[in-house]
């Protein structure tokens, strides 16, 4: 897909971290990006800085996402490019002993469904309502392109560690959603393709101190540091503009494979 100001993005999670790079790297190749978030004020002081259009949205409520899609899609029109980056991590073990008392402590299901309902279920959703919009335009070259659709999945899906259950069950769905959903919308000319980061200098990473950022970038193999959100969103622009690249989830981490905690 050639990238130009004929061409509208919506991207979730784009108040901060891999969400505000990637809706920043696509506003700098003149596409008319509409910014989705929960977090209003970050989102349209983000939105105002790059001239695209900001709408409050959770991904979890159909109503929400509809009207987000509405008030930007009479912005910008019919999106072709959706970056899902909207998601929410915790670190709590399926079932743990308390080391002084030996009482027996299970993972709740309600934050572990809130997991899911955000990072999966706000994917599919997300998916679905712009994938139905992408197929009412023409396509835009002889190979009958009509969008693209980038899902934010994570290492975790594949090597998951102590305390991530949640959070890799999620990202793991997203990232088997992949191939399926590209399948489903090949004869449509609209592609899919999942990102998995590894360690990324993103709020996930906020409250840790200096020391155990610097110990985390360590495990790295090469580069031995945090990932950049912008080299995030170095990835996901060129999966747009490359449209050999459909059914696909790329890991984006630095060589490594997470220890086991």
Same mark, same amino acid.
């Given at each position: 897909?050639?990238?130009?100001?004929?061409?509208?993005?919506?991207?979730?999670?784009?108040?901060?971290?891999?969400?505000?790079?990637?809706?920043?790297?696509?506003?700098?190749?003149?596409?008319?990006?509409?910014?989705?978030?929960?977090?209003?004020?970050?989102?349209?002081?983000?939105?105002?800085?790059?001239?695209?259009?900001?709408?409050?949205?959770?991904?979890?409520?159909?109503?929400?996402?509809?009207?987000?899609?509405?008030?930007?899609?009479?912005?910008?029109?019919?999106?072709?490019?959706?970056?899902?980056?909207?998601?929410?991590?915790?670190?709590?073990?399926?079932?743990?002993?308390?080391?002084?008392?030996?009482?027996?402590?299970?993972?709740?299901?309600?934050?572990?469904?809130?997991?899911?309902?955000?990072?999966?279920?706000?994917?599919?959703?997300?998916?679905?309502?712009?994938?139905?919009?992408?197929?009412?335009?023409?396509?835009?070259?002889?190979?009958?392109?009509?969008?693209?659709?980038?899902?934010?999945?994570?290492?975790?899906? *594949?090597?998951?560690?102590?305390? *991530?259950?949640?959070?890799?069950?999620?990202?793991?769905?997203?990232?088997?959603?992949?191939?399926?959903?590209?399948?489903?919308?090949?004869?449509?000319?609209?592609?899919?393709?999942?990102?998995?980061?590894?360690?990324?200098?993103?709020?996930?990473?906020?409250?840790?101190?200096?020391?155990?950022?610097?110990?985390?970038?360590?495990?790295?193999?090469?580069?031995?540091?945090?990932?950049?959100?912008?080299?995030?969103?170095?990835?996901?622009?060129?999966?747009?503009?490359?449209?050999?690249?459909?059914?696909?989830?790329?890991?984006?981490?630095?060589?490594?494979?997470?220890?086991?905690?």
């Amino acid at each position: 897909m050639k990238l130009g100001s004929d061409v509208a993005a919506v991207v979730t999670g784009a108040a901060s971290g891999l969400g505000a790079a990637t809706a920043t790297a696509l506003a700098a190749k003149g596409v008319k990006v509409g910014l989705l978030d929960v977090n209003e004020e970050s989102g349209r002081e983000l939105a105002a800085r790059i001239g695209g259009t900001f709408a409050r949205c959770d991904v979890t409520d159909e109503a929400s996402v509809d009207s987000a899609l509405t008030a930007v899609r009479a912005a910008h029109g019919q999106e072709r490019i959706l970056v899902n980056c909207a998601g929410i991590a915790i670190a709590k073990r399926i079932v743990r002993r308390e080391k002084e008392t030996g009482a027996i402590e299970l993972h709740d299901l309600a934050s572990f469904a809130k997991v899911i309902q955000v990072n999966l279920i706000g994917t599919f959703l997300m998916m679905a309502k712009c994938a139905a919009g992408m197929m009412t335009l023409e396509p835009l070259s002889p190979d009958g392109e009509r969008g693209v659709i980038i899902n934010t999945a994570s290492v975790a899906a *594949q090597d998951g560690q102590i305390g *991530q259950v949640a959070y890799s069950a999620s990202k793991g769905g997203v990232q088997a959603m992949t191939l399926p959903v590209a399948r489903d919308l090949a004869r449509d000319g609209i592609r899919v393709c999942s990102i998995l980061p590894g360690l990324f200098n993103t709020p996930m990473f906020a409250g840790l101190p200096e020391e155990a950022k610097k110990s985390l970038a360590a495990t790295v193999p090469f580069p031995s540091r945090l990932g950049d959100p912008s080299e995030y969103a170095m990835l996901a622009v060129h999966i747009c503009e490359n449209v050999m690249l459909n059914g696909e989830s790329i890991r984006l981490d630095g060589a490594i494979r997470l220890a086991p905690r």
